[in-house]
Structures are given as C-alpha cells and as structure tokens.
C-alpha cells in the first residue's frame, strides 16, 4: 500500500517515483571511471546517469534534464582537483541532502549536518579510517583496538665467522625490493658493511615473499621479522608523534634484547626517529620530520599549515631523540 500511495504521489510530481544515482566525474578520469563502476554494482537495480566536467556550466539545462527524476544519490569525486570545483559546485546544488563523497583513495562517506565534523575532514583529504577514531581512554569500550603482533620470525643467512664483528640493523620496513629511496639506502648499506661485520637485520614485516629475501640474506647473518602494529588511536590522543606509537612492538624490543644478548651484538643502529625508542647506539635520521612541516609552513602559508598538530608534536621529542642517541626519549 505505502509503497502504491508513493508511485502516485511522485507522478502527481511528474517525476519518477524510483530515484536514480547522479554521478559527478569531479576529478581524475581514470578515479571517476572506477567511481562510477562502483557504484553501479553497489546500486544494480537503479538507473545510473554520469555528469562530466563539461556539463558544470550548464547547471539549468542539466537542471532541466533531471526535471522528471528524483535523485536518490549523487557519488562526487573529491581528489582535490580544482580544475573540477565547478561541477562539485553544480551537484551540491542539485542534490544537497544526497552527497556520497569520495576522495582520491576511493573511499567514500556521506556527507551530512549531523556528522558535519567528519564530513569537514573527508573533505580536508584525512583517510576514513582515521576520521572516527577515538583514544581508549576516552572511550575504554571502543572495539577497535590497537593491534600488537607477537611473534617474531628468524630467518638464518650467511654462516656466522668468528673473524667478523657483530652488529645489528634496526628498520621500520624490509629493505627488498628497491622500491624507494629509503629501501636502496639501506639494502646497499648492508651490502658494504657486510664485507666486515656479520649483520642482524631487524625489520617490520609487510608483504614480503621468499623471493624478496634471497637478495638480502647473502648479505646477513640473520633477518629477525615482526609485524608492524595496527595503532588505532588518532594523532591527538598522544603527546608522542604517531608515528612513534605505529612502530612500538613489545615483540620487536624483545626479540631484540633476547638476539643481542644472545649472539654478542656489539651496536645496535636504528634507522629513522620513529624507531629512537629501541635505544640503538647510534640513530639515522633519514627525515627530520618537523623541519619537514616547518618547509611546508613556511610555504603555503595557511592557517592549517601553521597549526599542523604533526609539526608540534614532533618538533620536541625529535631534538630529544638526536640528543640522546643511545638512549630512549620520553
């Protein structure tokens, strides 16, 4: 009956009482073609229109194309492109209450007055999964938790030599394949170091196969694998940088403490600040993170830029992490 009395309220309307799905190509061809795929298998039933960049000019003619029919949903493109601000413009103003917000990551939200401070941030380009999240002590009962993994993998490479020195190797990442500045630097530190000294290289595991490991075992004694944590707090919630609590593993400390005692490892060097916690003899600074945002401050020059959270929370604890090189900044 409800659904009788609907048909015959929208056709008194002269529209059609099933609503469509607009959706707006407001940024990256390639990012709107997988937009629009998208959301035609997660809305199959519906009719489905595309709105191109060169319609935004004519907002009355396009007003005037969807006279018969009522917009159920609009997906718009948000990637940051402002060659697109006119056609996000003209769907805001066809379906304001409508919007399926998606950015450049292809996540999507919509955007709504109840949830204007999540909707403010979608736009601002910060990730979904960060938008919502809440400290644990604020919330004790939240269910996504920060996740720590607990084992720890020892993959054995060279024969050990009595003749060479032992040292071990701290980094954020598996150093295979030379898919970055970072991963090169490090991959060929080990490769020279490895004509003097038996290498123990510790590293967060991601998504490397045996295949990836070959290259770098010739050069060490062992490789010591932990998972890299899943920190769900968000940056506010801390007075350290997030990045600090991203890498901070009980099981790599462990496994560290357990290796060194063990095999009589005589330096412990740690690459990049996240990781100056582990108190390693000596700390590479590959990015100096603060000065980095004081650079991109001093550029642009906005009000967002000057109060970056990251750039103050870093600034402080980083001089304390190259201060103290061998020992833990709190």
């Given at each position: 009956m409800?659904?009788?009395?609907?048909?015959?309220?929208?056709?008194?309307?002269?529209?059609?009482?099933?609503a469509i799905v607009v959706s707006f190509a407001s940024g990256d061809?390639?990012?709107a073609d997988q937009m629009f795929a998208e959301i035609q298998s997660l809305e199959p039933r519906r009719?489905?229109?595309?709105v191109k960049?060169?319609?935004?000019?004519g907002y009355w003619r396009l007003r005037r194309r969807m006279r018969g029919y009522r917009i159920g949903l609009a997906p718009v493109l948000f990637d940051g492109d402002r060659r697109y601000s006119n056609l996000r413009r003209t769907a805001f103003l066809l379906a304001p209450t409508k919007i399926l917000a998606y950015n450049k990551r292809l996540e999507r939200h919509h955007l709504r007055l109840r949830t204007m401070i999540a909707s403010l941030l979608f736009l601002k380009g910060v990730p979904l999964d960060r938008i919502f999240l809440r400290p644990k002590w604020l919330v004790p009962w939240k269910r996504d938790r920060s996740v720590y993994p607990s084992a720890a993998d020892e993959?054995?490479?060279?024969?050990?030599?009595?003749?060479?020195?032992?040292?071990?190797?701290l980094t954020p990442y598996f150093p295979y394949p030379l898919s970055h500045g970072g991963a090169v630097r490090i991959f060929y530190l080990l490769r020279e170091m490895a004509e003097e000294f038996d290498i123990?290289?510790?590293?967060?595991?991601?998504?490397?196969?045996?295949?990836?490991?070959?290259?770098?075992?010739?050069?060490c004694a062992r490789i010591i694998l932990v998972g890299k944590p899943r920190y769900r707090e968000p940056r506010w919630s801390s007075l350290l940088p997030p990045e600090v609590h991203e890498f901070r593993s009980p099981a790599m400390l462990a496994a560290l403490t357990r290796i060194r005692r063990?095999?009589?490892?005589?330096?412990?060097?740690?690459?990049y600040t996240m990781l100056a916690p582990y108190a390693g003899d000596i700390l590479v600074e590959h990015d100096i993170t603060f000065d980095l945002y004081r650079q991109v401050r001093d550029r642009l020059l906005t009000r967002t830029a000057r109060l970056s959270r990251q750039h103050i929370s870093?600034?402080?604890?980083?001089?304390?992490?190259r201060r103290s090189p061998g020992k833990q900044p709190t």
């Open positions: 409800r659904a009788a009395l609907k048909k015959i309220f929208f056709r008194i309307l002269g529209k059609d009482p099933d061809p390639r990012l009719r489905h229109i595309l960049a060169e319609e935004a000019a993959i054995a490479g060279r024969t050990l030599s009595p003749r060479r020195r032992r040292i071990a190797i123990f290289l510790f590293a967060f595991r991601d998504q490397e196969t045996a295949d990836d490991f070959k290259p770098v075992l010739e050069h063990e095999y009589k490892i005589e330096a412990v060097q740690v690459e870093a600034s402080p604890w980083e001089i304390r992490a």
